[in-house]
């Protein structure tokens, strides 16, 4: 995708949305779900890390209570769950059967759907130390006591 139509997309409508919830609801919590490798710097090479760093950075300085960004790397679908995209669905089927194994060799970068909703909703109510969590950190505000 050229970037000014995923800047359109990414960018754009994210802060078209962050910036009328601001306006009527500035107590809330803003919660946007990102990727592992943004680029917050917004001067990296990769043109999509560019754009999420970005859109980041903009967010966290609409004046939300709290503006959180996630940054999970691989996220596993819990049972039941199926994409609408052909080849995801295929690529899902494949690793699946692999997801112990990639978890155990790589656990900072992977997560589960059910875990990103968890952490989400905790998060939301709860808070967490820092602005960006990474799939570790997702895993662990997804188990947070209350």
Do not use: H
């Not at 596993?76 to 060799?105: C, F, H, N």
Request: hydrophobic share 45%; net charge positive.
């Amino acid at each position: 995708m050229a970037e000014d139509a995923y800047r359109r997309i990414t960018y754009d409508f994210t802060l078209a949305a962050a910036r009328s919830l601001v306006k009527v609801c500035p107590g809330m919590t803003f919660i946007y779900v990102s990727g592992t490798g943004t680029d917050s710097t917004e001067r990296g090479r990769v043109m999509w890390a560019r754009v999420k760093g970005a859109t980041e950075n903009a967010l966290q300085a609409l004046g939300f209570r709290a503006t959180y960004s996630f940054r999970p790397g691989y996220i596993q679908p819990m049972p039941g769950i199926k994409s609408r995209t052909g080849w995801y669905r295929a690529m899902y089927a494949v690793i699946a059967p692999l997801y112990p194994i990639v978890k155990a060799l790589a656990p900072r970068y992977v997560t589960t759907t059910e875990a990103m909703g968890r952490a989400m909703i905790n998060v939301a109510m709860k808070g967490w130390p820092n602005p960006v969590l990474e799939s570790s950190d997702i895993n662990a505000a997804a188990i947070m006591q209350f």
